[in-house]
Structures are given as structure tokens and as C-alpha cells.
């Protein structure tokens, strides 16, 4: 069964527009929950420019309450600085059941890009290792395009199990791209070449970026053994004419009619 993780960054996004405290984040994400959701999702970054500190303690605590899954993003090699912490010092201080692990910079709008296996991964193993430590699951973005999928092993997704991460998350912004663009056949196909191969070296897949309810299904059915779904901004923006609740349980039956 396929689950799905909100990512509620957008929410913050709305509230550092104006100041104060509206809309508030944890009330956004305890809808979510209430409508089904199997977890909570964010990425603060170093910026601030949505999820900041305060929130992920927020968060950590509400998810800690009704016993569902909190799952922090962010780029573990970006420094510390005023209000921010750094990734390891968050996930040391909330102790989130997965850490997703993401190759972005500052000067990136959103993510955009996996991790490239080919350089040094000593860093990279050591990080996941002391994630790993106190309890973290680990995650690491990957892309699956055609030219990932076509990667020999000793730079493709495998690497991802030999830093000694439990999962991967695939990156699906160029499959959302596809869809959109009538392409969806071939970019599912490397999709689900790079899900496999992950997988038979003993990787969980997860999946984010763009997903919507217009392309998740279609996704779902190509890519075998989806663990989890990470879906923010198409959800938040869906969510503006439906309703959080109404959103959030339509992802639900797209996810349940897919695997069906």
C-alpha cells in the first residue's frame, strides 16, 4: 500500500507572506491527518523562506502525538547559520522516523535534481550513518529519468544502498513534465527501470515532486511497490478550490483505485 506524506511547506509559504502566525501550519497539517494522511512532510532550508526551526519542533510534536510519521527533508551539507540549526542537528533534536536526504542549494527555487553517485560518497556515508544512529530512516533523492535509468551500477541508484541508505525517493518532476505533455510512457519506463533496480538491491522507493491527482495514478500503476508519496504543492493548490480535507481524501481513493 502505497502511503501518503503531505508536505505542508506551502502553508508556511502563505504565513511568511504576511507575518504572524496565519495560516498556521500544524492546524494545516492536523486537517491533513484527520482526512487520512499517513504523515507530514517538509524541507525547511537554511533561508527560511517557509518551514523555519520552530516549526519542525511544532510538527515533530503533533505527528509524535497521533503517531504518524514525520518526514524531514533538506541538504544535510548545508551549514549552519542564524535560525537554522543544520539538517543533523533538526533530525537530532526531533528524531523524525525518515530523513530525506536532498542535493539543493540555496539559490534553488525548488528542487530539482538527485544526488550524483559518481564523486566521493566517504561524506555522504558518514552523514547517513549518523542519521541512522539515532533512529532516522534514510532517504536519499534520486532522479529517474532516462539517463539515470541507463547509469551503470557503480554511479546508478545502487550507490544509494551502499552509502547505507533504507530508501530512495525518486525524483518525478521530469515524469510530471511528461504527463503534461502527452510523454508520460517513456518517462513511467525509467520511472519504474530505476524504482526495480533500487529494489532488487534492497532499497524502499518513495516518490515526490509535481505529483497531482491528475498524474499520480498513472505513475502508481507503471512503478511497481511505491512505499510512500511525498505531495505538496499540487495538493496545496488544489486544496485553495476544494478544500484541505475534500483534497487530501481525493489523493487517498487515486491511491486506492490505482492499486486496484
Avoid: W
Avoid at 49 to 65: F, N
Avoid at 177 to 190: I, L, N, V, W, Y
Avoid at 195 to 210: E, F, I, P, S
Wanted: aromatic residues 6%.
Amino acid at each position: 500500500m502505497t502511503l501518503l506524506s503531505v508536505n505542508v511547506n506551502k502553508i508556511a509559504v502563505l504565513r511568511n507572506s504576511r507575518g504572524g502566525h496565519e495560516p498556521d501550519v500544524v492546524r494545516a497539517a492536523t486537517t491533513c491527518l484527520d482526512a487520512g494522511a499517513a504523515g507530514i512532510t517538509v524541507h525547511p532550508r537554511p533561508d527560511a523562506r517557509h518551514i523555519t526551526a520552530d516549526d519542525v519542533y511544532a510538527l515533530s510534536a503533533l505527528t509524535r502525538a497521533r503517531g504518524v510519521e514525520f518526514n524531514l527533508e533538506g541538504n544535510p551539507f548545508a551549514p549552519p547559520r542564524s535560525g537554522y540549526p543544520g539538517f543533523l542537528a533538526l533530525c537530532e533534536a526531533v528524531r523524525p522516523a525518515q530523513a530525506t536526504l536532498v542535493p539543493d542549494s540555496d539559490a534553488q527555487v525548488t528542487s530539482d535534481h538527485g544526488f550524483d553517485f559518481s564523486t566521493d560518497l566517504g561524506e555522504l556515508r558518514e552523514l547517513v550513518a549518523a542519521l541512522k544512529a539515532i533512529g532516522c530512516r534514510v532517504s536519499l533523492f534520486v532522479d529517474a529519468d532516462a539517463a539515470a535509468a541507463a547509469l551503470p551500477a557503480e554511479r546508478g541508484v545502487e550507490q544509494a544502498a551502499a552509502v547505507g541508505a533504507d530508501r530512495v525517493e525518486l525524483y518525478t518532476g521530469p515524469y510530471a513534465e511528461a504527463f503534461a505533455s502527452g510523454r508520460a510512457d517513456e518517462a513511467t519506463a525509467s520511472a519504474r527501470t530505476t524504482a526495480m533496480r533500487a529494489q532488487a538491491v534492497g532499497l524502499g522507493v518513495n516518490a515526490g515532486h509535481d505529483l497531482s491527482q491528475a498524474n499520480l495514478a498513472t505513475f502508481l500503476r507503471g512503478v511497481p511497490d511505491v512505499l510512500e508519496v511525498s505531495i505538496g504543492h499540487a495538493l496545496i493548490g488544489e486544496a485553495l478550490y476544494d478544500g484541505l480535507a475534500s483534497t487530501v481524501a481525493r489523493y487517498l481513493r487515486v491511491i486506492e483505485s490505482a492499486r486496484s
